[in-house]
């Protein structure tokens, strides 16, 4: 069943030449997700107080047609056919009928105390059906090529600002880091972006940015490291 909320964009979603940013994107859709599962589900929290959380691995957006500053828009969710211990949701953005952002995502249920990942038939959807799928999960999968020389950009602290319930930066951020590392970006638009998140960044931590030039295949490829564990893998378009 898909789930669909009204927003409009804030001005300080908005980059300085009045489209939003492309993290914004994100943070609606996620906001969706979340209404969903109150309305229909067991909520976020409910589900982290009684010790579990959905942890975003993959996640892949494009952006069909920028959304700008005071737009009025639809974020639609749904949850899509799942197995094993992949739970795989999509998202769309709408502006006047019209697709303007398309987003699929590959989640996985954890339990907070033992880390346990639970499989897709022990946790209970039956509240709202599977909807099909913008794309199959490997769809989501992507390599940072050999060509990709990676160079250090960077670093980036973990802030207060940026942590949520399990106190490590929200998923919705990490568009905003990669964008600030992307050079000369207020001269692009970023049209496409997929992540891979592979660790955890806790409040405090120190994230190097490591950043490629723009690749054979048009994709400029990122590396965040925290210490010695890969933190997230990404890849944008313009």
């Known amino acids: 069943m898909k789930y669909t909320e009204n ?4 001005a300080h979603d908005a980059e300085p030449k009045g489209i939003m940013r492309f993290g914004g994107y994100l943070k ?3 906001e969706t997700a979340n209404h969903q599962l109150r ?3 067991q909520s976020y929290y409910d589900l982290f107080n ?3 959380a959905f942890v975003l ?3 892949k957006m494009k952006v069909l047609e920028p959304l700008n500053r005071y737009d009025k828009f639809e974020s ?3 949850y899509c056919p799942s197995k094993g211990v992949m739970f795989q949701r999509c998202y769309e953005i709408r502006k006047e009928g019209r697709v303007c952002a398309q987003a699929n995502s590959v989640w996985a249920l954890v339990g907070i105390n033992d880390g346990k990942l639970i499989k897709v038939e ?3 959807t039956l509240n709202y059906t599977a909807e099909e799928a913008l794309a199959p999960v490997n769809d989501l999968r992507f390599r940072i090529p050999q060509d990709a020389e990676l160079i250090l950009a960077g670093e980036k602290t973990v802030m207060y600002s940026e942590v949520d319930v399990n106190m490590h930066m929200n998923n919705r951020f990490y568009p905003d880091v990669i964008c600030d590392y992307i050079p000369d970006i207020k001269n692009l638009t970023v049209t496409e972006m997929s992540i891979s998140f592979v660790s955890e960044a806790h409040l405090g931590c120190t994230l190097k940015v490591y950043r490629s030039d723009v690749c054979s295949d048009g994709y400029m490829y990122f590396k965040t490291m925290n210490g010695d564990k890969v933190n997230v893998e ?3 378009k313009f």
Request: no cysteine; proline share 0%.
């Open 7 to 10: 927003y409009q964009v804030m």
């Open 28 to 30: 609606y859709m996620q």
């Open 39 to 41: 309305d229909q589900e």
């Open 50 to 52: 009684s010790g579990y």
């Open 57 to 59: 691995t993959r996640f």
């Open 76 to 78: 639609i969710s749904w």
């Open 122 to 124: 022990d946790y209970n």
């Open 234 to 236: 990404a890849r944008a």
